[in-house]
């Protein structure tokens, strides 16, 4: 951004012009899924919603499932997902996700079913229905955005808001004396019996973007199983509640919330248990 | 059969497709009745949740998808629900909710009241939006409701509850059940049930973020409010041609004012019973026209006076509206009631 600005005017039209004559169907290796629906989005400049959402629809479109697949909306930040994909969705109550998702999937058991959710949903005031979803063992994905802060009230503490982090409303850090520890919610979800496949990924890096997209595309193969409940963590950053830049902020997830919240695979079913 | 067997019966010969709930006397046998027979004989879901506000969140799910589904609870219970009404009321999904009420305020006790009326009938939640809702007297109406209710909710897409209580859901009474009905298999055009190809996506939500659309929305919902208000408006009334004093009563206490109105007839009492059906809509129209016939009105009510409330608006001071009141539980008896009328006569009310 900082280099484009610095551009003069002229050079920018320049690009522009060189940008269009290479804009040429024969020249197309990546483009919008079909089922991103092509509207702006509300999500501020760097953060990783917008990369988890498209991950979420390419894997969609590319397992040609958009007409079998409901998505449920938390509350939060992504509380208007249902505006960015093109498929049916339904908007929940505040931690309410993971039980209306059961409600669906219980009457449409051969749909696949996903919620969408940040860390205050679903590890806050949606932690009970989080916990027996995950026991009950619904077959549906969980895709869990962590990243430490309520990104839509303006940055108040989340439950999962590293110690001695700043927000909002633990001002001075988080004093986990005062406000306890953040929960680490996916480990708990793997102890589960219900639960089938349980992974921590994150959206900082093409690299990472990739494995998370991988960890998508088992999840909605597992589905069709019908053995239990996959949940996806994703270790995301806010940059405007976290006053950074997106650059910093990526740097900030490498160095403080991965530490805390490392990646990799929670719990991974065997492939006697994946043999279809 | 129990009232709360029955009506559980008959949602499942109602062709219901999943019904949510979590234990709560006085209300516990609809979910044992329905665990023990409904998947086995119309493969119906039956989920037992982690609680009330899961159990209600999972109708919202399943009744999006444009299934037949309900819930029911206990008034503490219903009180967990109240957001989630909300959101189904807006949302404006069809589903079946029953409160078999017990008495409050509280954790109160087991035993039935009607102290749940205002949060039945003027909404309960947060926002302006209405259920309808449905008062039955017997254990037959326990059973009848039910389908009843099932056509209410999806003629106008909104939430629609059976308000019972703890007597009427324990008493047992003989009923003629009514034939199966098949589980439907139409897909409504609103459902949430995966996008084809040839539609636009189906999305529900009661988000409305513009302040002039969710005005709109509001307004829309208030318009089917006022049709409900039109249509859907079902009462009863015994004795009332010749009556000189009338009994106003819903549920259970409407049963024990029949028994007070014909005893004090028996004395040469000329007392009618009016029992509104539906509690909303209140059938305001035809309590206005009896109301311009008879000498006074005593609502009688197991709270500290609810309905009363809507009889007066109805009434419009055509005649005057006494009430009488027993709560934490406690049925009055049709005696009891029959010497308040009497009380007051005495007492100058002629």
């Known amino acids: 951004m900082n280099e484009r600005t610095m551009l003069s005017e002229e050079r920018h039209f320049e690009n522009m012009i060189q940008a269009e004559s290479i804009c040429t169907a024969e020249n197309l290796v990546y483009e919008r899924p079909g089922t991103l629906l092509d509207v702006t989005m509300h999500y501020c400049p760097g953060c990783g919603h917008g990369v988890a959402h498209r991950l979420l629809m390419e894997v969609v479109d590319e397992l040609g499932i958009q007409s079998q697949t409901i998505g449920i909306a938390p509350v939060g930040c992504s509380v208007f997902a249902y505006n960015y994909m093109n498929i049916d969705m339904q908007e929940a109550a505040h931690g309410r996700a993971t039980a209306a998702a059961t409600g669906i999937k219980r009457v449409l058991p051969e749909k696949y079913v996903f919620t969408y959710q940040g860390d205050g949903d679903l590890a806050a005031i949606g932690t009970g229905e989080t916990i027996h979803t995950c026991n009950r063992g619904e077959n549906i994905l969980i895709v869990f955005i962590n990243n430490g802060v309520y990104g839509m009230t303006g940055g108040q503490m989340a439950p999962t808001t590293l110690p001695g982090m700043k927000t909002t409303t633990s001002p001075y850090g988080r004093d986990v004396k005062v406000q306890g520890y953040p929960l680490k919610i996916a480990d708990i979800v793997a102890t589960l019996p219900g639960s089938f496949y349980v992974t921590r990924q994150a959206v900082h890096t093409p690299a990472y973007v990739r494995k998370a997209k991988k960890a998508m595309l088992k999840s909605f193969q597992y589905q069709k199983l019908g053995k239990g409940t996959c949940f996806i963590e994703i270790v995301s950053n806010c940059p405007s509640n976290w006053k950074m830049t997106p650059v910093e902020s990526n740097r900030w997830v490498k160095e403080h919330m991965l530490p805390y919240y490392p990646l990799g695979d929670l719990k991974v079913p065997s492939e006697k248990e994946t043999a279809q | ?350």
């Open chain 2, 1 to 350: 059969m129990k009232g709360n067997e029955a009506l559980a019966e008959a949602a499942i010969r109602s062709g219901c497709d999943a019904y949510f709930g979590y234990p709560i006397t006085p209300q516990s046998e609809v979910l044992e009745y329905l665990s023990k027979f409904a998947n086995m004989r119309t493969g119906m879901v039956v989920l037992q949740a982690e609680s009330e506000v899961a159990s209600i969140n999972m109708v919202y799910g399943a009744a999006g998808t444009g299934k037949r589904v309900m819930t029911s609870s206990s008034s503490p219970g219903i009180s967990l629900m109240q957001e989630g009404i909300s959101y189904i009321a807006c949302a404006e999904l069809p589903c079946l909710i029953v409160n078999v009420n017990r008495g409050g305020p509280g954790l109160g006790t087991i035993q039935p009241a009607q102290g749940d009326y205002f949060q039945a009938v003027k909404g309960g939640g947060h926002g302006d939006y209405r259920l309808i809702v449905l008062a039955p007297a017997s254990v037959q109406e326990m059973s009848d409701f039910v389908p009843l209710a099932f056509d209410l909710a999806f003629k106008w897409r909104n939430p629609v509850m059976i308000l019972s209580d703890g007597a009427l859901g324990q008493m047992m009474e003989k009923v003629d059940l009514f034939e199966e009905q098949p589980r439907r298999t139409a897909v409504e055009p609103w459902a949430t049930v995966g996008k084809p190809k040839d539609r636009e996506r189906n999305i529900i939500t009661s988000l409305f973020i513009e302040p002039q659309k969710m005005e709109e929305v509001n307004l829309k919902l208030q318009a089917k409010y006022r049709e409900i208000e039109k249509t859907e408006v079902r009462y009863e009334t015994v004795d009332c041609e010749d009556a000189e004093y009338l009994l106003t009563a819903y549920g259970l206490v409407a049963r024990i004012c029949h028994k007070a109105a014909q005893i004090g007839r028996e004395q040469g009492i000329k007392i009618g019973v009016f029992r509104p059906k539906t509690l909303y809509p209140f059938p305001s129209a035809a309590l206005n026209e009896l109301s311009r016939r008879v000498k006074w009105i005593l609502d009688v009510e197991m709270n500290a006076g609810q309905m009363v409330e809507d009889v007066r608006l109805a009434v419009e001071g055509n005649a005057r509206v006494e009430f009488h009141g027993r709560m934490g539980g406690i049925v009055p008896t049709p005696e009891e009631i029959l010497g308040k009328l009497k009380e007051k006569l005495s007492g100058g009310l002629s």
